[in-house]
């Protein structure tokens, strides 16, 4: 159980496009979905919490404009990535929480985005 | 001083050896602790989770956490090969998670 799936694995898009990346969790509705980005060689970093039909509430220094991120239903949340630049290229981690469990995450397997 | 503390490594031991993982932190409104494992290009796994002082099995695993000192660990028994990965601490409060940097750990065979 407790499974979270991302889509897609792996993107390459061109400087200014905008992209959107989907976590679904399979198994659980997930009340809260959390979106983390993570450098090479470094840990996870929060970029912004959702909750199902609220807005999202991002961190410090994430700009809300270029990372919109919507929760519209309880297993389904998306991040759009607008005007992508070379520098937005990461690996964005989504993270889901349920009903039952709130104080633990249950992570997708990632999204690797090259912005070239 | 970052509110939770993890050596980086990275961690070299041979096939069989006991492993042992730590992180300290500072924030005492901590109240769950957290051991994820991740894999070169993949999202983090739990593998241990626990909200008390004291110890907590599974398997070959064994999570320990001393809130008086702020300090917790992870023990691998009988380590093997494909236990070679990055291995992460995370605690919480309120719900949002913070991590330690994570360890890079290598089971030699």
């Known amino acids: 159980g407790a499974v979270v799936s991302q889509h897609p694995s792996r993107v390459i898009c061109k400087s200014g496009t905008s992209v959107k990346i989907e976590c679904r969790s399979l198994?659980?509705?997930?009340?809260?979905m959390f979106w983390y980005r993570q450098f090479p060689k470094q840990s996870l970093m929060l970029m912004a919490t959702s909750n199902e039909g609220s807005k999202a509430t991002y961190e410090q220094g994430v700009e809300k404009d270029k990372f919109l991120i919507n929760h519209a239903s309880l297993t389904l949340s998306t991040l759009t990535v607008t005007s992508a630049h070379p520098e937005d290229s990461s690996f964005y981690i989504c993270?889901?929480?349920?009903?039952?469990?709130?104080?633990?995450?249950?992570f997708g397997p990632g999204t690797r985005l090259t912005v070239l | 001083q970052k509110e939770v503390e993890q050596d980086p490594g990275p961690l070299s031991v041979p096939e069989g050896a006991i492993v042992s993982l730590n992180c300290t932190y500072s924030?005492?409104?901590?109240?769950?602790f957290m051991w994820y494992r991740q894999y070169s290009r993949k999202g983090p796994e739990l593998l241990m989770y626990t909200y008390s002082s004291g110890n907590k099995e599974d398997g070959r695993f064994t999570a320990q956490v001393d809130k008086s000192s702020k300090y917790i660990s992870l023990f691998i028994r009988d380590s093997q090969p494909s236990d070679s990965a990055t291995y992460l601490c995370?605690?919480?409060?309120?719900?949002?998670?913070?991590f330690g940097q994570g360890t890079r750990l290598t089971i030699n065979p």
């Open positions: 924030n005492s409104a901590f109240q769950y």
């Open positions: 198994d659980f509705q997930a009340t809260t």
């Open positions: 995370a605690m919480s409060a309120n719900q949002k998670l913070v």
């Open positions: 993270s889901a929480s349920s009903i039952s469990s709130t104080d633990t995450q249950y």
